[in-house]
């Protein structure tokens, strides 16, 4: 099995390799799980090899349940609950078929990318196929170059399906299934509700949440990442946020394994700078673009971790930034008439992002235009 076409991250990738990492049964079986492009199709048959031409190996202690103690036990069950949800979601009696899918488009790359759901859960479709079809057509409608937004016409540049969902409804009872589809209308995911769902299938449905593993990653205290998101997760990402790696740790006394960032938000007038954990740190890629706005503190942020800056301008390069977030908001004063901290140095302009001004003196200098 190639283990690493289950892999987004290039960076992740490419370090495993290197490293001739060997993969256990267990941490195959989550990379499988985990990756987001990956049919339904793709992950059983996949699962099924590891059973087949791997060795089998004790659950941890926070993914047994009662009768699953090995992770071939769990694999087989979990299949098995897999598939019983597609025979439910392609049967072609008692139930009816709804669907939604979400496009982002721009004019052009300036502009930011403007998410546009189409949803049709008012024509329900008594087969799963006749709902392939509609969802289809919809997205194969080619729309004129020139199109009406907000009163004006603006060319259509750029146009991608973000995300495709159907819900299949049983009308005999609450009990609905929802099918993450991929852009070929193949089925990635299952997300089930209602009282028709069974406890032990529930409980199976969660227990790869509950894995913490720690496999190797490339990235070292103070790089910037961002989190490598393709279909079918694209939803909320505009654009890649970039943040800053801290660390990957462990509790002795829980076995969790937990990834920390750092990371800024524009949540309040001048903006939050806080640390952060994520579960899943192998969708993480090195940040290689400019950074804008309040994230540029991250490269001062970066420099601090990585010991080569002090806390003292660490703190200066934060006021400067946090008041220019703040007058950038309150203001459409050009950026060259806002507050601006210039360094001396050029190595500490290049550690903090901030411009360098190259004056006789080793001082800093606050420069306020009004």
């Given at each position: 099995?190639?283990i690493?076409?289950?892999?987004?991250?290039?960076?992740?990738?490419e370090?495993?390799e290197?490293?001739?990492?060997?993969f256990?049964?267990?941490?195959?079986?989550?990379?499988i799980?985990?990756c987001?492009?990956?049919?339904?199709?793709?992950?059983?048959?996949?699962?099924?090899?590891?059973?087949?031409?791997m060795?089998?190996?004790?659950?941890?202690?926070?993914?047994?349940?009662?009768?699953?103690?090995s992770?071939?036990?769990?694999?087989r069950?979990?299949?098995?609950v897999?598939?019983?949800?597609l025979?439910?979601?392609?049967?072609?009696?008692?139930?009816v078929?709804?669907?939604?899918?979400?496009?982002r488009?721009?004019?052009n790359?300036?502009?930011?990318w403007?998410?546009?759901?189409?949803?049709n859960f008012?024509?329900a479709f008594?087969?799963l196929?006749?709902?392939?079809?509609a969802?289809?057509?919809?997205?194969?409608?080619?729309?004129?170059?020139?199109?009406?937004r907000?009163d004006?016409?603006v060319?259509?540049?750029?146009?991608e399906?973000v995300?495709?969902?159907?819900?299949?409804q049983?009308?005999?009872?609450?009990?609905e299934?929802?099918a993450?589809?991929?852009?070929?209308?193949?089925?990635?995911?299952f997300?089930?509700?209602?009282k028709?769902?069974?406890?032990?299938s529930e409980?199976?449905?969660?227990?790869?949440?509950k894995?913490?593993?720690?496999?190797?990653?490339?990235?070292?205290?103070?790089?910037?990442?961002y989190a490598?998101?393709?279909?079918?997760?694209?939803?909320?990402q505009?654009?890649?946020?970039?943040?800053?790696?801290?660390?990957?740790?462990?509790?002795?006394d829980?076995e969790?394994?937990?990834?920390f960032?750092?990371?800024?938000?524009?949540?309040?007038?001048?903006g939050?700078?806080f640390r952060?954990?994520?579960?899943?740190y192998?969708?993480?890629?090195?940040?290689r673009?400019?950074?804008?706005?309040?994230?540029?503190?991250?490269k001062?942020?970066?420099?601090?971790?990585k010991?080569?800056?002090?806390?003292?301008?660490?703190?200066?390069?934060?006021i400067v930034?946090?008041f220019?977030?703040?007058t950038?908001?309150e203001?459409?004063?050009?950026?060259?008439?806002?507050?601006?901290?210039?360094?001396?140095?050029?190595d500490i302009?290049?550690?903090?992002?901030?411009?360098?001004?190259?004056?006789?003196?080793?001082?800093?200098?606050?420069?306020?235009?009004?």
């Amino acid at each position: 099995m190639n283990i690493y076409r289950f892999i987004q991250s290039k960076s992740v990738r490419e370090h495993l390799e290197k490293i001739n990492y060997t993969f256990s049964s267990l941490e195959m079986a989550y990379i499988i799980w985990q990756c987001p492009d990956a049919t339904l199709a793709e992950r059983l048959d996949a699962w099924l090899e590891i059973i087949d031409t791997m060795p089998d190996s004790p659950l941890p202690d926070s993914m047994k349940l009662e009768g699953t103690e090995s992770v071939h036990e769990f694999l087989r069950q979990y299949i098995e609950v897999q598939q019983e949800f597609l025979d439910e979601f392609n049967k072609e009696e008692d139930g009816v078929y709804f669907y939604k899918y979400t496009v982002r488009e721009r004019p052009n790359e300036t502009w930011p990318w403007e998410y546009i759901s189409m949803e049709n859960f008012e024509h329900a479709f008594l087969s799963l196929s006749e709902c392939k079809k509609a969802i289809q057509e919809d997205i194969d409608y080619e729309s004129p170059l020139l199109q009406l937004r907000n009163d004006r016409l603006v060319e259509r540049c750029e146009e991608e399906t973000v995300e495709i969902v159907v819900q299949r409804q049983m009308i005999s009872a609450y009990f609905e299934i929802t099918a993450f589809l991929s852009e070929r209308l193949e089925i990635l995911a299952f997300d089930v509700h209602g009282k028709y769902l069974k406890p032990e299938s529930e409980k199976m449905m969660s227990i790869f949440k509950k894995i913490d593993l720690n496999i190797p990653v490339p990235f070292k205290t103070g790089d910037i990442v961002y989190a490598k998101m393709s279909y079918p997760i694209l939803m909320s990402q505009e654009a890649p946020q970039p943040v800053v790696f801290d660390s990957i740790s462990g509790n002795k006394d829980t076995e969790k394994i937990s990834c920390f960032i750092y990371a800024v938000d524009d949540d309040s007038p001048t903006g939050n700078f806080f640390r952060s954990e994520i579960k899943n740190y192998l969708v993480l890629e090195y940040y290689r673009e400019e950074l804008n706005g309040l994230a540029r503190f991250l490269k001062a942020a970066s420099s601090f971790l990585k010991e080569k800056l002090d806390v003292e301008k660490l703190i200066q390069t934060w006021i400067v930034l946090s008041f220019d977030q703040m007058t950038a908001k309150e203001s459409e004063a050009p950026e060259e008439n806002r507050l601006q901290l210039k360094y001396s140095e050029d190595d500490i302009a290049e550690l903090t992002g901030l411009k360098s001004t190259k004056p006789k003196t080793n001082r800093i200098n606050i420069n306020v235009h009004l």
